[in-house]
């Protein structure tokens, strides 16, 4: 038996998979403890797994908030910046738990990095999304121009990526101080010295999805999706049950569960499905972002485990995250992306590239769009037949004893 510490950090997409990897770790008999925002406790005590809550609730809500954080460019500084500033109660929380034997957590999670250099516990990165892997191969689409980049020779971009990285600039020179105030020599570039963990690498989402590139570290075990959303733990409740059973499959929509800035996305939504004549399932954890006094063919719901809800959905709109569209995929339900920032943008290019579904950017999403895009996505046999390919891909899940063994390989002795 092993102290595991996992360390996730964002919202409900990126917790979730820890979760998931929680779960599978205690059945094989360690002791497995959660460290994130304490926004996620309740969810995460009722999975079964330890918890530490990190920070003051106040303080991830004030990063979501932030109107910087859904926009190109400026919200991945705003993540990286509330994650520099989070390292410190991150180590002391570590540190709180005495002996540890292994760590997941993701690049975001720099404290998880720098306890392994300080106390010299074992560390997996784990990847969530392919966006992260800014290959020189597949170059990730992280905004609209990186088209054209990706167009451009390998030796061009190699000599691109070799100049100072943003990430550095958003986080570094406070980590630097961390480093140096606890004895750690500090890396010169995160992104280079710091992204991946020499102790593992684990991708979780499937070749299919995303190949593997010659650029990708060497220690790396490739996945498949987690697809953890707590539906053994909250069901769907009566009144959407009920919704559902009343007429056709409605069309889905959600911003994702840290976007608190979405009425103009339920206000979009609320038309296009008014012109197409189709019903609609809103989910958003905070109701008053959408349109008062919506027809009875819409009902909205503060949380609804899409593993369930989606079975019931004729389409599924979204942000783009890639927890999110990973359940569609598993649904097998055409799905459309109103991308905004981060990996979002390279997860809807990935979409269309499977013909599962279309993607958006935020100007394009206007309701005569979307009531177009939803009619085809609708009236369109091969989107259909995609994402039947897509689900059945899902539903041959490789053995999950091979990733448990892999993890618990490079546990500390």
Not at 100 to 129: S, W, Y
Not at 229 to 242: F, G, H, M, S
């Amino acid at each position: 038996m092993a102290d595991i510490l996992l360390l996730p950090f964002g919202s409900a997409g990126d917790v979730f998979p820890f979760v998931w990897l929680g779960r599978h770790l205690m059945a094989r008999g360690h002791r497995v403890t959660m460290i994130t925002a304490c926004l996620f406790e309740e969810q995460v005590r009722k999975a079964g797994l330890n918890f530490i809550p990190l920070g003051e609730k106040d303080e991830f809500e004030a990063m979501i908030r932030d109107p910087r954080i859904w926009k190109l460019g400026h919200g991945t500084k705003v993540v990286f910046e509330f994650a520099a500033k989070s390292v410190e109660p991150y180590l002391a929380a570590i540190e709180s738990c005495g002996k540890v034997d292994l760590m997941l957590a993701p690049v975001t999670a720099f404290a998880g990095r720098l306890a392994r250099e300080k106390h010299g516990v074992p560390l997996i990165t784990v990847h969530l999304q392919p966006a992260v892997f800014l290959s020189v191969h597949e170059t990730p689409l992280l905004h609209p121009a990186m088209r054209l980049l990706r167009a451009m020779p390998v030796w061009f971009k190699r000599a691109l990526f070799s100049l100072p990285n943003p990430v550095d600039l958003f986080a570094l020179p406070k980590l630097r101080r961390i480093c140096e105030a606890n004895g750690v020599k500090p890396p010169k570039s995160l992104w280079r010295e710091w992204w991946d963990s020499p102790d593992g690498v684990l991708a979780l989402f499937p070749e299919w999805f995303a190949k593997p590139q010659p650029d990708w570290p060497a220690n790396l075990l490739q996945w498949t999706f987690p697809l953890e959303d707590l539906a053994t733990e909250q069901p769907l409740r009566p009144e959407l049950q009920a919704f559902l059973a009343a007429g056709e499959r409605p069309v889905v929509f959600t911003p994702g569960s840290a976007n608190v800035q979405a009425s103009r996305f339920f206000a979009v939504a609320a038309e296009a499905v008014k012109r197409i004549g189709c019903r609609a399932v809103f989910v958003t954890r905070e109701p008053k972002q959408v349109p008062l006094n919506l027809a009875a063919s819409i009902l909205t719901v503060e949380y609804a485990p899409f593993s369930t809800l989606l079975k019931h959905a004729s389409v599924f709109v979204h942000h783009g995250g890639i927890g999110t569209m990973s359940q569609g995929f598993a649904a097998g339900v055409p799905q459309l992306i109103m991308a905004m920032a981060h990996d979002q943008p390279d997860n809807a290019d990935r979409l269309e590239r499977l013909g599962a579904g279309t993607g958006l950017s935020v100007r394009q999403f206007t309701p005569q769009r979307v009531a177009d895009e939803l009619e085809r996505l609708l009236e369109t046999k091969t989107f259909h037949e995609a994402v039947k390919k897509c689900a059945d891909r899902i539903s041959k899940a490789p053995d999950k004893d091979v990733l448990m063994r892999w993890i618990e390989e490079r546990i500390k002795p």
